[in-house]
């Protein structure tokens, strides 16, 4: 019978979404710090429907989401596949309901392509802990 690490499962679980509640607080920060500073050029609703100010915003959240998954590959002490899928369910969770609070504010393709990208910077950034 194999044997389950109960408390070590819980603790790896546990460093998964603090990291996540980490990453979320320095991906608003830095997005608000943009949108602050670039607010006395233009008005925030022109600033918010630029393509360039979009695509950008998209890979803030891109490169976000690989250093998450490099982070929560390099902590687990088990196989990374399950924490790093855990990790990226949730910051898609957590970003769909972001996504639907601003969802006729924004262009379809942004929201889409925001939200396709996260499992597969997840993915990439635990590929690059593991090679």
């Known amino acids: 019978m194999r044997e389950r690490n109960f408390p070590e499962n819980v603790a790896q679980y546990s ?6 509640f980490r990453l979320g607080c320095a ?3 830095s ?11 233009l008005n925030t609703g022109e600033l918010s ?5 979009l695509i950008f915003l998209i890979l803030l959240g891109l490169i976000y989401a690989v250093i998450a998954g490099l982070i929560t590959a390099r902590l687990a002490k088990i196989s990374p596949t399950l924490p790093t ?3 990226g369910l949730a910051l898609l969770v957590a970003s769909l309901a972001a ?3 601003f969802w006729d504010l924004l262009p379809i393709w942004y929201h889409l392509s925001f939200l396709l990208l996260l499992l597969p910077g997840v993915y990439v950034g635990a590929r690059l802990q593991t090679t």
């Open 15 to 20: 460093c998964c979404i603090g990291w996540l």
């Open 27 to 29: 991906f608003i920060g």
């Open 31 to 41: 997005k608000s710090l943009l949108f602050s500073s670039a607010a006395n050029s």
């Open 49 to 53: 429907s630029e393509p360039g100010m």
């Open 85 to 87: 899928l855990s990790l």
């Open 99 to 101: 996504q639907i609070r």
